[in-house]
């Protein structure tokens, strides 16, 4: 069960969306992902339906981030930049932690990194990037308690959906946030964000008529390219599955390189029409 939905414009200065296919530069893709849209919305709000917590685990009531379509007002451009990265060993016990000291050269590197930015406008002043993330609130309609997904009434999971559906717009509106947005990279936070929240409608395809700016839709209208193959998310749906379901049991301790009980990735292939990339439903579980 979906909610209506919402739309967010967010807006910052750089952008790295990694590509995993470049293992030691990183290099970003031209646009933003599905998944960094996602965890934008999450550090504004999120309540996972999935707990890893063995006593937590028959309880799902919660709710998931389901992206619809990405706008895309200011693509930027791409730039080269040299930085410090700091590599740990893996599984580093914390006594043997040395912090984020730049200056140890054991764990520091200089890569380049090739980045978005908003570029420079006619005057030469700085621009920022700009995009428009639609998403919908879903909720389980089976909102189980006990050691089993006991079936509800349907009024309960509307009740549920419509009290999460409000609570974002409430906390998108102030500005509240529960750690800082990012785009891609943590680095690279998000400066400001807006919900947009009239609209005209929908289209002949069924798609909110988002009410912006003549500037802005201007600006949206001239984007009609192929982005190529973009990474979407991961379906966790195979490691839930492996976990067990039922209240108490244990986490597996092994199995997790076997295929079909780790997490597997999904694409998109970005095609921009008037600005808008959209994205087909399917449930990420």
Known sequence: MTSDPIC???KGPFACFTRPEFHVERVSYPIITPSAARGILEAILMKPIEKPEAHKRH???????????LGIINKGTMFSILRNELGYPTHQKPEDATGYDINADRIRAQRHSLILSGGLDQDGKRQ???YLIEAC???EDDLGHGGARNTQPRWKAVQVMAKYHQMFLRRARAGQCFYQPFFG??????????????HDGVDGSGNRRWRLPDLDLKAMQR???PFGMIFRDYRYEPVWNHWGHGKDNPRPASGWSQPGQRPEPMHLHAQAVNG??????EVLT
């Open 223 to 225: 984007v009609n390219e």
């Open 59 to 69: 309880n799902k009531v919660g709710f998931r981030w389901v992206i619809t379509r």
């Open 276 to 281: 808008w990339i959209k994205i087909e439903q």
């Open 8 to 10: 967010l414009r967010v």
């Open 185 to 198: 990279c943590r680095e690279f936070s998000v400066a400001e964000w807006q919900l947009v929240e009239e």
């Open 128 to 130: 920022m990037l700009e």
């Open 137 to 139: 609130v879903e909720v």
